[in-house]
């Protein structure tokens, strides 16, 4: 998995949500086994205590399961995948509208702007 972890938010929270991306993604599918601790904390050049607390909020929310064991899993709940894909999906596209209209774009031009960028053009302007 390609971590991105920047300065400026805590760590924990990036973690959560980059997991929660490839939980919505598929690169780790319902009922799928996700790597330990150590392992992913390693992977994305975190402290261990980091990433625990992360997964742990991902428990929390029910996105993942923990058996004592057999390490965690993530959710069999396709709904409740599709719905946190949904809520992410949402928020990218009122934060991409807000944008727009700061820059003075109407609907219209955003449309406009979508369907073109979506063909392939405009991508040197």
């Known amino acids: 998995m390609d971590w991105n972890i920047t300065a ?3 760590v924990y929270v990036q973690l959560v949500e980059q997991m929660e991306l490839a939980l919505v993604n598929g690169t780790f599918p319902p009922g799928s086994k996700i790597p330990p601790v150590r392992e992913l904390a390693a992977d994305a050049g975190v402290n261990p205590n980091t990433m625990q607390r992360a997964l742990q909020e991902l428990e929390n929310r029910g996105l993942l399961q923990a058996q004592r064991t057999a390490g965690r899993t993530v959710t069999a ?3 409740a995948l599709q719905a946190l894909r949904r809520k992410r999906a949402v928020s990218l596209a009122a934060e991409f509208l807000y944008q727009m209209q700061a820059l003075g ?3 219209a031009e ?3 702007l979508l369907r073109q960028t979506a063909e392939g053009g405009d991508r040197d302007e």
């Open 8 to 10: 400026g938010r805590p």
């Open 77 to 79: 709940d396709a709904d």
């Open 105 to 107: 774009l109407d609907r």
């Open 110 to 112: 955003t449309e406009e």
